[in-house]
């Protein structure tokens, strides 16, 4: 395999995270965890004239003996779907694939979502392997095993735990993604800084040009970090039974948000951006964070060229009762992730409702 970092992820299914340039072209790689002679390789209608003939060739060079599939989703939010996943399931009914057959996820999250969710289904459970192209994907979704399809009624209401059997992160197709989406992958690395590491969100802040602008240094740094605390999280935590929970900082905002846009407003990773801000201002209201540390957060995350502020025209009452089905949420009412100041989050039970509804009307 070429020059790469590799990282662990133990527990009862354990996977490599392998990162660096060109990994999708090292067929004996990516075809290591092929255990029988089938595969559906997934991917979206941006990614797929870009990279999936390259990975078909990488696969096939590797094993001449493969049937490989391909199934195209059109590229967006929009298609993460229970039609989109049904889609899948049909393509893999078509390959007629067998237990030992295997999912390849060539995509951003909205791909590796929505495979996952396919290979946790058929027959109950066959391999994934995540092969993220997004940045959001490479630090993030790629990770941990949810997968999920979105619902009008939220987002990722129907979904599992299904671990990939590996992630392969090719930073060098990140040259192909647009600025809007390198932007929303880092709304999630500084959130890892926001929640667990004050010393990554300086280190981060300081390098916004560098990150911006695609240098491969400052880009590999951030990847490998934030996969280094995802992993670690996931280890401890892979059903979010506690700390994994931790990871959803500015997700009961956020998700509210795309839902209520209908996924076809903000991106996920600037609803999260939002999200985080409003997350920072409520955990201010609640006296468990300094105002002065949600300003700070929000500056940071205005100089990566993110938004900070809710989008017009969206009612507070109908994103609290979006909330209401976040999943977190329990019977006896909300549960937040809220800041106790840079690199400091906790789970919180009981916010009451009106605080939440006063940080909407930016009260
Ligand atoms: N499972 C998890 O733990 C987890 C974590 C975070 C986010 N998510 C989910 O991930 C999704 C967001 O992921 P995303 O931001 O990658 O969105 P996405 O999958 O929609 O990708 C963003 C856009 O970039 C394009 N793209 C991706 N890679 C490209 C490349 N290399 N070159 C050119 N274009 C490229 C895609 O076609 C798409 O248009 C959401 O559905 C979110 O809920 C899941
Ligand atoms: O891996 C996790 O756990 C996360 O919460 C990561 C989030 O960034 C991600 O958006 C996740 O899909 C949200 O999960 P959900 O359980 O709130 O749907
Ligand atoms: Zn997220």
Redesign the pocket.
């Known amino acids: 395999m070429s020059a790469h970092q590799r990282i662990d992820v133990g527990g009862a299914a354990p996977y490599a995270i392998h990162i660096g340039p060109g990994l999708l072209a090292d067929g004996e790689a990516l075809a290591a965890p092929l255990r029988g002679r089938q595969a559906l390789l997934v991917s979206d209608s941006h990614v797929a004239p870009l990279h999936a003939d390259a990975v078909r060739g990488a696969l096939l060079a590797a094993r001449p003996d493969a049937r490989i599939d391909t199934f195209v989703l059109p590229a967006g939010e929009a298609a993460k779907t229970l039609a989109g996943f049904g889609d899948a399931i049909a393509a893999l009914a078509a390959l007629g694939a067998t237990r030992d057959a295997c999912v390849y996820a060539l995509g951003g999250?909205v791909v590796g979502?929505l495979a996952g969710f396919a290979a946790a289904c058929w027959m109950r459970g066959i391999d994934c392997v995540q092969l993220p192209t997004s940045l959001?994907a490479m630090v993030?979704?790629s990770?941990?095993?949810?997968t999920?399809v979105d619902l009008p009624q939220g987002?990722?209401?129907v979904?599992a735990f299904h671990p990939p059997r590996a992630v392969f992160a090719d930073t060098a197709v990140l040259h192909s993604l647009p600025d809007r989406e390198l932007r929303a992958g880092l709304a999630?690395v500084l959130?890892y800084g926001a929640i667990a590491d004050a010393g990554f969100l300086d280190w981060l802040s300081g390098r916004a040009g560098a990150l911006l602008e695609r240098e491969d240094a400052a880009l590999a740094g951030a990847i490998a970090r934030s996969c280094a605390h995802?992993a670690a999280?996931?280890e401890r935590d892979p059903f979010?039974h506690g700390e994994?929970?931790l990871?959803?900082f500015g997700?009961?905002f956020?998700?509210a948000i795309e839902t209520a846009q209908a996924y076809d407003g903000l991106n996920?990773g600037e609803a999260?951006a939002v999200g985080m801000v409003l997350a920072a201002r409520l955990s201010a209201r609640l006296g468990h964070a300094s105002e002065a540390d949600a300003d700070r957060l929000q500056a940071v995350l205005e100089r990566f060229g993110l938004p900070v502020a809710l989008p017009g025209g969206l009612d507070p009452d109908a994103l609290l009762a979006h909330m209401r089905l976040?999943?977190?949420a329990q019977a006896s009412g909300l549960r937040f992730v809220l800041w106790d100041g840079i690199g400091r989050a906790r789970v919180v039970a009981g916010v009451p409702a009106d605080a939440v509804l006063a940080v909407l009307r930016g009260a």
């Open positions: 999250g979502d959001l993030d979704s990770v941990g095993g949810k999920a987002k990722n209401l979904g999630e959130k995802k999280i996931v979010e994994r929970a990871l959803n997700h009961t956020g998700h996920h999260v976040d999943k977190k």
